[in-house]
C-alpha cells in the first residue's frame, strides 16, 4: 500500500536554528512530493512539491526539502527557524492513474519554534 | 487571483439532519477535490470531480456525496450526519491530473 510517513509527532526548535521535518514515503513508481502548512483553524497552504530534477527543492518562506531516492525520504528543511513558523506541518504524495488522482497524507508533525 | 473559497465556514447540526458544503475553486482550475480531517484519522480523501464528472472516491460511506457544477463550483452532501461526521472539511482546487493543489479555509461541521 502506499504511504507517507512522518515519524516525529512533535518538532521544538529555538528561533534562528535549523529546523528539519522529517518525512518517508512508500510508493510504486515515481513519487510527486508535497509539503503543505497548515496554520490554526485555517485550510493547508501549498510550501513546495519535488516532481523531478534537482533533489533540492526550494519553496515559500524560505523552506526547501530535500529528495532522497534510496532512503524514499523527502525532509523539509529552513536554515533559520522563526516564531511564526510554528504550525502543522504535512508530507502528501499524490496518487494518480486512470485520469485521476488523489493526495495521501502524513499524520502530520507539529513545529513548535521557542524565541 | 482569487483562492479557493468555501462556504460556510462554520455548521452545527444534529444527529440524523443532512449538511451540503460548497467550494468555489481558483478560477482556471477544472479539478475539485474534497478532504476530511479529523484529530483521530488525519487528512482522508472524500472524493474528486473533474469536468463535473466524479474521477475517484475515498472510503466513505454513500451518505457522504458531491456534485460539480459546468462553472466548476462543487458541493459535497451528507445525510443521516452521525457524531463521527464532525470535522473540517476541505475543499482543495487544481489545473488537472498530478497539478498542485490548493486548499480552501475549510467548514468546520460540528454534529451534536
Known amino acids: 500500500a502506499q504511504s507517507v510517513a512522518q515519524p516525529e509527532d512533535q518538532v521544538n526548535v529555538a528561533e534562528g536554528n535549523p529546523l528539519t521535518v522529517k518525512c518517508t514515503y512508500s510508493v510504486s513508481g515515481n513519487p510527486y512530493l508535497f509539503w503543505y502548512v497548515q496554520y490554526p483553524n485555517r485550510g493547508l497552504q501549498f510550501l513546495l512539491k519535488?516532481?523531478?530534477?534537482d533533489n533540492l527543492v526550494k519553496g515559500s518562506y524560505g523552506f526547501e526539502a530535500e529528495f532522497n531516492k534510496s532512503q524514499t525520504s523527502f525532509h523539509l528543511k529552513k536554515p533559520s527557524a522563526l516564531v511564526s513558523d510554528s504550525a502543522l506541518y504535512f508530507c502528501?504524495?499524490?496518487?494518480w492513474g486512470g485520469g485521476y488522482n488523489k493526495l495521501i497524507f502524513g499524520a502530520g508533525t507539529r513545529l513548535a519554534v521557542h524565541p | 487571483k482569487a483562492g479557493v473559497t468555501q462556504t460556510p465556514r462554520y455548521l452545527i447540526k444534529t444527529r440524523g439532519q443532512q449538511v451540503t458544503l460548497s467550494c468555489s475553486p481558483i478560477s482556471g482550475h477544472r479539478s475539485v477535490s474534497w478532504y476530511q480531517q479529523t484529530p483521530g484519522q488525519g487528512l482522508q480523501f472524500l472524493f474528486e470531480y473533474f469536468s463535473e464528472t466524479q474521477r475517484n472516491k475515498g472510503n466513505f460511506p454513500g451518505r457522504f456525496s458531491g456534485r460539480q457544477f459546468s462553472n466548476s463550483r462543487s458541493e459535497m452532501n451528507v445525510s443521516t450526519l452521525e457524531l463521527g461526521d464532525s470535522a473540517l472539511y476541505l475543499c482543495a482546487s487544481s489545473r488537472g491530473t498530478q497539478e498542485t493543489q490548493y486548499f480552501g479555509p475549510g467548514t468546520r461541521l460540528l454534529v451534536l
Open positions: 502528501a504524495v499524490i496518487l
Open positions: 519535488y516532481i523531478t530534477g
